[in-house]
């Protein structure tokens, strides 16, 4: 099976330029030329309906270094039949009870935590545009 990443395929400048002229149909994915006497026709992917599909770690991986993708969504499929059972009363009530034990921990914030030795600051020049990356 092939790896999905960010791109259907990326075709070098010195191919193009060999191939030229070529017709394009963007709309339909459809690049076509002569190459030694020959027509050729590239047809891109049609469109999908979008599915989740499982990616492996290493394709997690790579698909990140591009810089093309700035947010990943974890989803846990159900199957149609799947029912959902009423927590357990035993669960809910332990976790009701470190709730309450730790509530300290579990509180909103409503104001900065105080000065420290080592406060962590960023310098920003004025005017300065946030990369994103």
Same mark, same amino acid.
Request: aromatic letters at 8%.
């Given at each position: 099976?092939?790896?999905?990443? !960010?791109?259907?395929?990326?075709?070098?400048?010195?191919?193009?330029?060999?191939?030229?002229?070529?017709?394009? %149909? #963007? =709309?339909?994915?459809?690049?076509?030329?002569?190459?030694?006497?020959?027509?050729? $026709?590239? =047809?891109? @992917?049609?469109?999908?309906? /979008?599915? *989740?599909? !499982?990616?492996?770690? $290493?394709?997690?991986?790579?698909?990140?270094?591009?810089? %093309?993708? #700035?947010?990943?969504?974890?989803? /846990?499929?159900? $199957?149609?039949?799947? =029912?959902?059972? !009423? !927590?357990?009363?035993?669960?809910?009530? %332990?976790? +009701?009870?470190? @709730? *309450?034990?730790?509530? /300290?921990?579990?509180? %909103?914030?409503?104001? @900065?935590?105080?000065? +420290?030795?080592? /406060?962590?600051?960023?310098? @920003?020049?004025?005017?300065?545009?946030?990369?994103?990356?």
């Amino acid at each position: 099976m092939l790896d999905k990443l !960010p791109y259907d395929a990326i075709l070098g400048y010195d191919l193009l330029k060999a191939n030229s002229p070529m017709q394009c %149909d #963007w =709309q339909a994915k459809i690049l076509q030329f002569q190459h030694m006497g020959t027509s050729i $026709t590239i =047809q891109g @992917l049609t469109n999908t309906p /979008d599915q *989740v599909t !499982p990616i492996s770690a $290493t394709q997690l991986y790579k698909s990140s270094q591009g810089n %093309d993708i #700035w947010a990943y969504v974890i989803v /846990d499929p159900m $199957t149609p039949n799947t =029912q959902k059972h !009423p !927590p357990n009363q035993t669960q809910s009530e %332990d976790l +009701r009870n470190l @709730l *309450v034990t730790y509530a /300290d921990v579990f509180q %909103d914030t409503k104001h @900065l935590p105080p000065p +420290r030795s080592y /406060d962590h600051s960023i310098p @920003l020049q004025p005017g300065t545009v946030l990369v994103n990356s």
